[in-house]
């Protein structure tokens, strides 16, 4: 299993801004997930962070706009970069800590921007 | 790329009735998962299905895997309010860890 935290719960930001978003694992985790979820939507995966290479971007997310960490492999962040109003959304990590195993997820950052 | 079908989108329904999601996927999957999101929360894993044909109870929910391994079903026997919450399927394609999540079914339960 795996016990993530991940902060900010909630922000409210400025158009134009950035917002970084943490996520701490309680073990060592090959890859992290970053998803958007837009209220009442499904999950749409936004890139997986590899430890010591750089981020795998879905089609539709690049990297200048949400830029990723991942520094060793318990820890990532995601940065919404130059915030939008349509960038207001849940944004959550996951890990899945062996392969075609269950996922685990961080609490989610609600992100509003104004 | 791999897409995952999931119906429906809402329903409701009074206590004591049944509830059933179904999940298709366009692809073979390695497995699919099931996840539970309870309002303002996040996903919660309820369950694994490997196998072909696979059939797997937690108390009154009953889940289901194709026997192509395509698609899978959740069926709740008399619902509860405790059961409100989205559902979401989710397929792993197996050569990787990640998992396509269906569009999920947000169920409400009228006490």
């Not at chain 1, 309680?26 to 499904?42: I, K």
């Not at chain 1, 539709?60 to 959304?89: A, C, H, Q, W």
Request: neutral net charge; hydrophobic residues 30%; aromatic residues 10%.
């Amino acid at each position: 299993s795996a016990v993530i935290s991940q902060k900010p719960s909630r922000d409210i930001c400025q158009r134009g801004t950035s917002l970084t978003i943490q996520c701490q694992v309680d073990s060592q985790v090959t890859m992290m997930f970053w998803y958007r979820q837009q209220p009442g939507q499904s999950l749409t995966l936004i890139a997986t962070a590899n430890q010591g290479s750089e981020a795998t971007y879905e089609s539709g997310f690049v990297i200048d706009k949400f830029p990723i960490s991942r520094p060793n492999l318990t820890f990532s962040t995601l940065t919404v970069s130059n915030m939008s109003p349509e960038d207001s959304s849940i944004y959550l990590c996951s890990v899945t800590p062996e392969m075609d195993t269950e996922a685990f997820f961080g609490q989610g950052t609600r992100l509003t921007v104004v | 790329g791999q897409q995952v079908m999931q119906i429906p989108q809402y329903q409701h329904v009074q206590e004591g009735e049944d509830f059933t999601t179904y999940c298709n996927s366009s692809t073979t999957l390695s497995n699919i998962q099931w996840y539970k999101q309870r309002p303002g929360g996040h996903p919660v894993f309820l369950i694994q299905l490997v196998k072909s044909g696979e059939v797997k109870k937690q108390k009154r929910l009953t889940f289901q895997f194709g026997e192509a391994k395509k698609n899978s079903s959740l069926h709740i026997t008399a619902t509860q309010t405790t059961d409100v919450g989205t559902y979401f399927c989710a397929g792993a394609g197996g050569s990787n860890y990640k998992l396509t999540f269906g569009k999920g079914t947000l169920l409400t339960v009228n006490p």
